[in-house]
């Protein structure tokens, strides 16, 4: 009975692990993003701990900035910089400051991640700040399952399983209690399963599918 319950728990997750991201953006009109090429993505803070998920989450947006034309600044190099002039993270979360760190970086265009919410469900917003007048040149936002209750979960039943193998002894209690002791540990800090990097880089896609180009240096149709 207990078997067929976790079964039934991990079916319904992988079908709600699977669900669609959803995002919207808009751009400053007027602006030409041809004009634009290197942009840095400063900082990815929010509800995330530990920098290797950071550092995921900022390879996946350095996808999508390649993919219409820009250059990326490569994440270390820009940490290294910031340091170098006592940047703090706290520091460049106004559009003012990050101006003035895309200045010390040398570059037109600079991005600004946040993720306040990281669960089950994900929420982020990503900014591309004009260095020269600090003003907003794109937003957007998007939101969708992580696929991390499932990682989880999947992760303890298949341990405690095979704990169960070389132990020994009921193997029923065992996998309940550490599909249990999985989730109430969590992850958190761990870098990105692959099941919540597909997801994660779905909700990125849905954020920047209307970032403009540079090479129409319009914005995208959606």
């Known amino acids: 009975m207990r078997t067929v319950c976790i079964c039934t ?4 997750l992988v079908v ?11 751009s400053r009109a007027g602006f030409n993003f041809a004009e634009l090429d290197k942009v840095a993505i400063l900082e990815v803070s929010g509800a995330v701990a530990g920098e290797t998920v950071k550092n995921q989450i900022g390879t996946f ?3 999508e900035l390649m993919k ?7 994440r270390s190099r820009v940490q290294a910089l910031l340091k170098e002039q006592e940047f703090q993270a706290s520091d460049i979360t106004s559009s003012e400051n990050a101006a003035r760190a895309g200045h ?8 600004l991640i946040n993720i306040p919410k990281y669960k089950e469900e994900m929420s982020m917003t ?3 700040i ?10 957007g936002n998007g939101s969708g399952s992580t696929g991390k209750t ?18 020994g002894g009921d193997s029923s209690d065992r996998v309940v209690g550490g599909v249990i002791g999985g989730v109430l540990g969590g992850v958190a800090g761990q870098a990105l399963s692959p099941q919540q990097e597909e997801q994660v880089q779905k909700i990125i896609k849905k954020v920047c599918e209307s970032m403009p180009s540079k090479f129409t240096g319009q914005p995208q149709k959606s």
Do not use: H, Q
């Open 9 to 12: 728990l991990l079916a319904a």
């Open 16 to 26: 709600g692990g699977c669900a669609s991201g959803k995002g919207e953006s808009y």
């Open 61 to 63: 947006f350095e996808m």
């Open 68 to 74: 219409r034309g820009y250059t990326p600044v490569e």
């Open 104 to 111: 010390i970086l040398n570059v037109p265009a600079v991005m």
């Open 126 to 128: 990503a900014k591309m």
């Open 130 to 139: 004009n260095v020269e007048d600090g003003g907003i040149l794109w937003i």
């Open 150 to 167: 499932f990682s989880t979960i999947l992760g303890a039943a298949a341990g405690a399983a095979a704990g169960a193998v070389v132990a």
